[in-house]
């Protein structure tokens, strides 16, 4: 029999990892790639490339890095925690070479159109156009894994903001942010106290005469060092955790976080204080913001009620004169217009059967890859739904029927809409480890801590209290690594080793202590559990 062809489409991270997961299941990957390099959005340039991802230079990635690790390919342990845009890439370029992706790749060249075939329904598959240097080509594939990101067109609603048009100072999007210097001495407005926003804030600050950072919500922050200095995604996202936010009501572990988040910083005190509760909301991840702000470089604002000629004038009547500049970190819309009907995007909004399949397609031969933004890493998500596609694709797991999908679709997007403020931001969420537990059981890796418990208990309790990290998802089923084992027990080295410097003689290790205190409200929680019920 003839192998499967499958087009991924991009050769970002998630085009990476899905012609990965083409080979393992010994399907024929032919990637499509736009630009002339692998990378995606972490490949940083001075300019802006239509149709990709566009970064600052600065970016440092706020996930860790044994947390945004692909599950079969750690990173070097010398490699930082939070690593610079320019790691990452190298990163990247390192498992390229590893499994020897590049060969599957034809760069400039872009999709510009997939289409069923006439026999559709019984073939499943695809006409896929695409151009490469002005020639137009039209291939066949047996299945297609879109794989184009999420952060490459600018959200821009200019219509909210009236008087821009009047505006003399200079205002542009995130998207084209790529270093503070034009800014220096200069009175800045940032709009938007997201990811970029708050960032750009922080750097621009350092040499502007003043920045103000206008906020329609106001938003909680969490910092990338965690307790104990620990990366925050390494000490908040264990099972043992997942399953006590589980079984605590929601408001309760709201409340939790929101005492912890003002520990920190008072957010009422710092003007940050939004109205809804704290999961209610994308977190923004800022380590310097606060500094910045009790430093007087950043000034909270509300929202812009209408700009001047050379002023912003916000909803509560303050305004800010002699504003030189005003930065639009407003977020990102995404499309897929190669498509064309496949899947709908409405307001942002998709129907798809966990984030990855349309529900009715005739043949399941259709799969969306990193479509999500998680709290959490992106990467493993991208990897294990390209893992789940291809065993999809190959006919070893089947689909439910169209109307289960749709019911589990709409159920999904009820509890995103319940738990979430409205807003075009809002439409993709989803928590890490809800996700990676949901996939792995979709795919038969899911990791069996009971029976673990028995042959393997050192093991288990890592499992069980120690950061969930994507190798977990190698010990078992199809596609397991030998090495897994091995990669989850060493977590804690690779997370000390970059930060080794300096000899210090007694070396007591902190997250021994973190799992030492889980462990023991482990026990006394299954005691109550146990004497209650
Ligand atoms: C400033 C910033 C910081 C971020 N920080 C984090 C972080 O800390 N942690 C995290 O997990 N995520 C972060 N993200 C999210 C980021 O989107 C993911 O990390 C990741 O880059 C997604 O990879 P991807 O492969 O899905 O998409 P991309 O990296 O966007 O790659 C898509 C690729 O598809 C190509 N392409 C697009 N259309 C076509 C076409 N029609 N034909 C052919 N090729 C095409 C593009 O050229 C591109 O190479 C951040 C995003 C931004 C904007
Ligand atoms: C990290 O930052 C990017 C954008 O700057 C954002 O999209 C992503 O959601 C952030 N990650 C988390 C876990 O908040």
């Known amino acids: 029999?003839?192998?499967?062809?499958?087009?991924?489409?991009?050769?970002?991270?998630?085009?990476?990892?899905?012609?990965?997961?083409?080979?393992?299941?010994?399907?024929?990957?032919?990637?499509?790639?736009?630009?002339?390099?692998?990378?995606?959005?972490?490949?940083?340039?001075?300019?802006?490339?239509?149709?990709?991802?566009?970064?600052?230079?600065?970016?440092?990635?706020?996930?860790?890095?044994?947390?945004?690790?692909?599950?079969?390919?750690?990173?070097?342990?010398?490699?930082?925690?939070?690593?610079?845009?320019?790691?990452?890439?190298?990163?990247?370029?390192?498992?390229?070479?590893?499994?020897?992706?590049?060969?599957?790749?034809?760069?400039?060249?872009?999709?510009?159109?997939?289409?069923?075939?006439?026999?559709?329904?019984?073939?499943?598959?695809?006409?896929?156009?695409?151009?490469?240097?002005?020639?137009?080509?039209?291939?066949?594939?047996?299945?297609?894994?879109?794989?184009?990101?999420?952060?490459?067109?600018?959200?821009?609603?200019?219509?909210?903001?009236?008087?821009?048009?009047?505006?003399?100072?200079?205002?542009?999007?995130?998207?084209?942010?790529?270093?503070?210097?034009?800014?220096?001495?200069?009175?800045?407005?940032?709009?938007?106290?997201?990811?970029?926003?708050?960032?750009?804030?922080?750097?621009?600050?350092?040499?502007?005469?003043?920045?103000?950072?206008?906020t329609r919500r106001g938003a909680w922050i969490l910092s990338r060092v965690g307790d104990y200095g620990y990366p925050l995604d390494v000490s908040s996202l264990s099972r043992f955790q997942h399953f006590l936010t589980k079984i605590c009501s929601q408001s309760l572990v709201n409340t939790y976080l929101e005492n912890k988040m003002n520990q920190r910083i008072d957010h009422e005190l710092y003007g940050l204080k939004p109205k809804h509760r704290a999961l209610s909301q994308h977190p923004t991840i800022n380590d310097n913001l606060p500094n910045r702000i009790i430093s007087g470089m950043v000034k909270v604002k509300g929202n812009v009620k209408e700009f001047t000629e050379t002023a912003a004038i916000f909803e509560d009547g303050s305004r800010e004169d002699d504003i030189d500049a005003v930065i639009f970190a407003t977020g990102y819309s995404f499309a897929f217009p190669f498509l064309e009907d496949s899947v709908k995007v409405v307001k942002n909004k998709v129907s798809l059967y966990k984030k990855v399949f349309p529900p009715d397609l005739e043949k399941p031969t259709l799969a969306i890859i990193g479509l999500i933004q998680p709290l959490g890493a992106i990467m493993p998500i991208s990897e294990l739904q390209g893992r789940w596609a291809t065993q999809v694709f190959k006919g070893l797991k089947t689909l439910p029927s169209q109307s289960e999908m749709m019911k589990d679709i709409a159920k999904a997007q009820e509890e995103m809409a319940k738990r979430y403020v409205e807003s075009q931001r809002h439409t993709i969420q989803g928590d890490y480890m809800d996700t990676m537990e949901e996939l792995a059981d979709l795919v038969g890796v899911k990791p069996n801590l009971l029976s673990l418990a028995f042959t393997d208990p050192k093991l288990a309790l890592q499992l069980l209290l120690g950061p969930c990290t994507p190798a977990q998802y190698r010990l078992q089923g199809r596609g397991k690594w030998n090495g897994a084992r091995k990669a989850i027990l060493t977590t804690e080295d690779r997370i000390r080793k970059p930060m080794n410097t300096r000899v210090i003689e007694s070396k007591s290790s902190m997250t021994s202590t973190i799992t030492m205190a889980r462990l023991m409200l482990a026990v006394v929680f299954f005691a109550i559990i146990i004497t209650y019920f």
């Open 1 to 214: 029999m003839t192998k499967k062809r499958i087009a991924v489409i991009g050769a970002g991270v998630s085009g990476l990892s899905s012609i990965k997961c083409c080979l393992d299941e010994d399907l024929e990957p032919v990637c499509f790639e736009r630009t002339d390099d692998i990378g995606g959005l972490w490949r940083f340039q001075e300019n802006p490339e239509e149709g990709r991802a566009s970064i600052y230079k600065s970016v440092v990635i706020n996930t860790s890095k044994e947390m945004m690790c692909f599950s079969d390919f750690l990173i070097p342990d010398d490699y930082p925690n939070f690593m610079h845009n320019s790691q990452i890439l190298e990163y990247f370029r390192m498992y390229a070479k590893e499994f020897d992706l590049l060969k599957y790749i034809r760069f400039k060249t872009t999709v510009c159109s997939v289409k069923k075939q006439p026999d559709f329904s019984t073939s499943g598959q695809w006409e896929v156009v695409t151009e490469s240097e002005g020639e137009k080509e039209v291939n066949v594939f047996d299945g297609v894994m879109v794989c184009t990101g999420h952060h490459t067109n600018a959200h821009l609603p200019l219509e909210s903001f009236p008087g821009i048009e009047k505006f003399k100072g200079q205002y542009l999007h995130s998207r084209e942010y790529k270093n503070p210097e034009s800014f220096t001495g200069k009175r800045v407005l940032i709009i938007g106290i997201g990811n970029s926003g708050g960032d750009l804030a922080v750097e621009i600050s350092h040499t502007a005469k003043q920045v103000f950072i206008s």
